[in-house]
C-alpha cells in the first residue's frame, strides 16, 4: 500500500509521456481505424488515482471501468464501444469492452493486445505501440461489427482522455 502510494504522488506527466505529436497519431489512428468498423474505440490515459482511492484499493481495472462509465464509452447504438486505459502509475493497461462484445471477443484476444502495448511502451515509442494497439482493437471490431453496421455519425470523441 505504502509503494503503491508512493508511484501515484510521484507518477509521471501524461503531458511529459504524451507529448502532442504522440496524441495526434493517437487521434488520427482512432479515426482511421473506425473507417474499417462499425464500433467505437477510445484511449484514456490517468497519471495516477487519489490517495483516497488508493485508501479504498481501487484497482486499475476498477479504475478504468469508472473511465469507461465516465468517458461514456458504452453510449453507442450497438454496445459496442472499447475503452483503451493506462493508468501511468500502476504502468497498468486495461481494456473494457461494451457488452455488445461479450461473447464474440475472447478475453485472451484483449490480453494480447494488452501484452503487446506493454512491451511496445517499454520499447519506448509510446505512439507506435498505442497505433499498433488501436490497429489491433479495430481489426477485432471489423470482424464483428463491419464498416456497413457504422452508424452514420461518430457517437465518441477520437482524441485521447486525459483523466485526473
Known amino acids: 500500500m505504502i509503494q503503491r502510494a508512493l508511484r501515484h504522488i510521484v507518477s509521471p506527466s501524461v503531458r511529459r509521456t504524451f507529448p502532442p505529436a504522440t496524441l495526434q497519431a493517437i487521434t488520427q489512428a482512432i479515426a482511421a481505424g473506425e473507417q474499417r468498423h462499425g464500433g467505437q474505440v477510445m484511449f484514456a490515459v490517468e497519471a495516477d488515482l487519489p490517495l483516497d482511492a488508493l485508501w479504498r484499493g481501487v484497482t486499475a481495472r476498477q479504475a478504468a471501468e469508472r473511465a469507461f462509465a465516465h468517458l461514456r464509452t458504452w453510449d453507442t447504438a450497438q454496445n459496442n464501444g472499447v475503452l483503451i486505459y493506462l493508468l501511468l502509475a500502476d504502468h497498468a493497461i486495461e481494456i473494457v469492452a461494451d457488452r455488445g462484445l461479450h461473447g ?20 519506448g515509442d509510446p505512439a507506435a505501440a498505442l497505433v499498433m494497439a ?6 477485432l471490431l471489423a470482424g464483428h461489427f463491419p464498416p456497413g453496421a457504422r452508424s452514420d455519425q461518430d457517437a465518441l470523441p477520437d482524441w485521447p482522455q486525459i483523466l485526473g
Open 104 to 123: 464474440r471477443v475472447a478475453e485472451a484476444d484483449w490480453q494480447r493486445i494488452c501484452t503487446a502495448l506493454r512491451e511496445g511502451l517499454r520499447g
Open 134 to 139: 488501436i490497429n489491433d482493437v479495430s481489426t
